[in-house]
Structures are given as structure tokens and as C-alpha cells.
């Protein structure tokens, strides 16, 4: 009976130790999206401010925003793309329409693609060189009246 007993321990300590790398998994996952940026867009009705996760690795960018169910106002994710070059994005595995802003290196938007379409594996081209690509909820540009040309404040852009 007792060495049936110090087994019961056993696999409750082996499951225990499960439950906290777990835990620790799911406290890193947040603490990497906890990690937000502020990001500036000056608009000609005034600066708007984003805080955004930033996705600089090719895990990060490929993963990007798929697989979310919601993205709130006010957030979004910026892809780091240096140097310059053309870039295309796509919908895959995205659950929610969003609004990509194509930024140059120079931090002036160049391209702003509204309202994609969730799931789709149509590619949404940059039209031209940019650095960075800023998505948001769906909406977004509309609403805060953010156009071609409005300029983009963050640490990834040459700010002229």
C-alpha cells in the first residue's frame, strides 16, 4: 500500500510540474504580447496613437494576426520588412478584416489596403517599396480619416 502511495505522490508531482511549465508558457505568451509599442499617425485632422505588437522575426511575420478572434481599437501589429522593398501580405488563417497601411522607410504611408478579406490567400501587394505594414481592425483608416501620404512615427522609420 505505502509504495502505492509514493506513485500517487509521484504522478501528482509529475502532473503538478506540468501544470507549471504550462503556466509559465501561457505567462511568456502574454508577456510577449504584453510587450506593446507606441506608433504615431499624423493625420490632417491630428495624431493618432497605436500601441502594436512589432513582428520582426520570419516566425512573426508569417504568423502575424492569424488565428485572433478580435483585434481592439487602438491596438495592431507592425511588420518589420527592412530594408525597403515590395512587399505582398495575404489573409490566410485570419479570422478578422483588417485595414494594411503600407509604410516607406521615410515613415509616409503609401499604400493603405481597407477592409480585407478574413481567410483569403488573394495577395494584397504593396504597390511599391515599403519598410513596414501597419494592420489594424478593419475600419480603421476610415474612421480616424488616415490617408496615403499621412506620416507614420515609430523607431523602424526615418523620421524627415
Not at 507549471?20 to 504584453?34: D, M, T, W
Request: charge should be positive.
Amino acid at each position: 500500500m505505502i509504495s502505492h502511495r509514493h506513485q500517487s505522490l509521484g504522478l501528482r508531482g509529475w502532473l503538478a510540474a506540468l501544470a507549471l511549465v504550462a503556466l509559465c508558457a501561457i505567462a511568456n505568451g502574454a508577456a510577449r504580447a504584453a510587450s506593446l509599442e507606441p506608433l504615431e499617425i499624423v493625420t490632417k485632422s491630428g495624431v493618432q496613437v497605436f500601441s502594436v505588437e512589432v513582428a520582426r522575426t520570419e516566425e512573426e511575420k508569417t504568423t502575424g494576426l492569424m488565428y485572433r478572434k478580435e483585434l481592439a481599437d487602438g491596438k495592431g501589429m507592425l511588420f518589420d520588412f527592412s530594408p525597403e522593398q515590395q512587399v505582398s501580405m495575404w489573409m490566410k488563417n485570419t479570422y478578422i478584416s483588417l485595414d494594411m497601411i503600407f509604410i516607406r522607410a521615410d515613415g509616409r504611408i503609401l499604400r493603405i489596403a481597407e477592409n480585407t478579406e478574413p481567410m483569403s490567400t488573394r495577395i494584397i501587394p504593396s504597390n511599391g517599396l515599403a519598410k513596414g505594414v501597419l494592420e489594424v481592425a478593419a475600419g480603421t483608416a476610415q474612421k480616424y480619416g488616415i490617408r496615403p501620404g499621412d506620416r507614420v512615427a515609430h523607431p523602424l522609420f526615418n523620421s524627415h
